[in-house]
């Protein structure tokens, strides 16, 4: 790594990517150790064949080790072989070392290619580096925005999609998310997604069925990982969701539909929630000329009409988060407001007018 790339980098996010890197440096080994052991057990052969062998002078441990070393890519540093031993480690090495070393090499090749193409390989790999991550398990087109959603927040994400024609792959790819190309369904699959280290997973395919098998498989590779599992009918949501345990069983049909219900409003719904058993909502409002909003000071505007103010848009400025309750509301400006899901109607009228 250039030093020229960490400057101005806080020194926690430095010392973060030094652990991902030494993470990563860690999984290119695990994915070589096949390799590596077999190397290390033929030179651990020939260092004992030519220490025992019968020249003159017999060489030290030192020496026998630098020859076998050698002897593996066909160079050898001791004089013709002295027994029949010898003389088949001097035919035999140099092919197994060429074996072995093409092997490895093309192993690598092929990683070092998936990397800038954003393959298997190198997904693969990347996900076993992380740490506290969300595993996201179908990239459909909710799945793709909860991916957005996730890297806005700055997590970690992990995705999992079988299908390597969706169009998806690539957008998840271009924000450099590694995509396991693998069904979810199987366990290996999840362990590979590193779900026995993710925070979370949230399993939102197309399939009730597989939800619920790739949960159940979650909670038993981590038994404390949080689990937000895709439904399609409220009331078995809320029912499965209590059986098995699940953190969030959620209806993507029952979160639409109160934006949808609330479009006949003139208002920007953000977001729905339910508490108490009434709706709520945060909702953005522009404030007309003429209307009850315009001229308005907050903490009026708050008792009056029932509402939360979380902040206020200036028309001729950014937003102001939290405003004093002496801040007056000017025509053309917005309202960021929570309020009660009955009241949304008669606030939007009296920013209207």
């Known amino acids: 790594m250039r030093v020229a790339a960490t400057v101005g980098v806080p020194p926690s996010a430095r010392r973060r990517r030094l652990h991902l890197w030494a993470l990563y440096a860690r999984a290119i080994l695990r994915e070589f150790r096949g390799s590596l052991a077999l190397l290390g057990g033929l030179i651990v052969i020939g260092t004992a064949v030519i220490a025992l062998s019968s020249?003159?002078?017999?060489?030290?441990?030192?020496?026998?080790?630098?020859?076998?070393?050698?002897?593996?890519?066909?160079?050898?540093?001791?004089?013709?072989?002295?027994?029949?031993?010898?003389?088949?480690?001097?035919?035999?090495?140099?092919?197994?070392?060429?074996?072995?070393?093409?092997?490895?090499?093309?192993?690598?090749?092929?990683?070092?290619?998936?990397?800038?193409?954003?393959?298997?390989?190198?997904?693969?790999?990347?996900?076993s580096t992380l740490r506290d991550h969300v595993v996201l398990c179908g990239?459909?087109?909710?799945?793709?925005?909860?991916?957005?959603?996730?890297?806005?927040?700055?997590?970690?994400?992990?995705?999992?999609?079988?299908?390597?024609?969706?169009?998806?792959?690539?957008?998840?790819?271009?924000?450099?998310?590694?995509?396991?190309?693998?069904?979810?369904?199987?366990?290996?699959?999840?362990?590979?997604?590193?779900?026995?280290?993710?925070?979370?997973?949230?399993?939102?395919?197309?399939?009730?069925?597989?939800?619920?098998?790739?949960a159940v498989d979650a909670r038993k590779l981590n038994p404390k990982i949080r689990l937000v599992t895709r439904m399609f009918d409220p009331a078995v949501a809320a029912k499965l969701g209590d059986a098995l345990a699940l953190d969030v069983a959620f209806s993507s049909s029952a979160l639409a539909a109160p934006t949808v219900a609330t479009a006949i409003f003139d208002a920007n719904v953000l977001s729905s929630f339910e508490l108490d058993g009434r709706m709520h909502l945060v909702a953005r409002v522009e404030a007309s000329k003429g209307g009850a909003l315009a001229g308005k000071a907050i903490a009026g505007l708050q008792s009056e009409l029932e509402v939360?103010?979380?902040?206020?848009?200036?028309a001729a400025g950014g937003p102001s988060f939290r405003p004093s309750p002496d801040e007056k509301v000017q025509a053309g400006d917005a309202v960021v407001v929570h309020?009660?899901?009955?009241?949304?109607g008669r606030f939007t009228s009296a920013a209207r007018g």
């Open 339 to 344: 309020v009660r899901a009955d009241k949304l």
């Open 55 to 127: 020249w003159q002078p017999q060489p030290g441990l030192r020496h026998s080790f630098a020859a076998a070393f050698e002897l593996l890519s066909g160079e050898p540093l001791l004089g013709p072989p002295p027994n029949a031993a010898v003389t088949v480690l001097y035919v035999a090495f140099p092919i197994a070392g060429l074996a072995v070393g093409a092997e490895a090499l093309v192993r690598l090749s092929l990683l070092l290619f998936s990397k800038r193409h954003g393959q298997k390989e190198w997904a693969k790999i990347m996900a």
């Open 308 to 314: 939360a103010v979380l902040a206020l848009e200036r």
């Open 139 to 214: 990239l459909g087109h909710l799945g793709v925005r909860v991916l957005e959603k996730l890297l806005e927040l700055g997590v970690d994400v992990v995705v999992i999609e079988r299908d390597a024609n969706n169009g998806f792959v690539e957008t998840a790819r271009a924000r450099k998310v590694p995509v396991l190309e693998l069904d979810a369904k199987n366990e290996t699959a999840l362990a590979e997604a590193g779900v026995p280290h993710a925070r979370a997973i949230i399993v939102c395919t197309n399939d009730v069925m597989t939800n619920l098998e790739v």
